[in-house]
């Protein structure tokens, strides 16, 4: 039970740190990224990433590390 606990609050962190909806449109587009793009490194579909990048929904538990990883990478790219 400790791990699995561990392991919901580590999700919770990382989709706290998380920039704003419009900031990881921006990076991506910064980037040169297209939805379908993320969306396809993410393992989501292309309206979903609409949707986050709209604030209307959070992506899941399963697909939200992935997705905080590579906004993270964008913001480490255009930081450079």
Known sequence: MSDELDALLGDV???RGMPAPAMCRLLRE???L???DIARVVG???SSISRWER???KPSRRIAS???AVI???L???SR
């Open 13 to 15: 962190q990382q989709r």
């Open 55 to 57: 604030g209307r929904r």
């Open 44 to 46: 989501a579909d292309r």
């Open 66 to 68: 992935r997705y905080v």
């Open 72 to 74: 993270a990478r964008l």
């Open 30 to 32: 910064s980037a040169g």
């Open 34 to 36: 297209s939805q379908d």
């Open 76 to 78: 480490n790219e255009a």
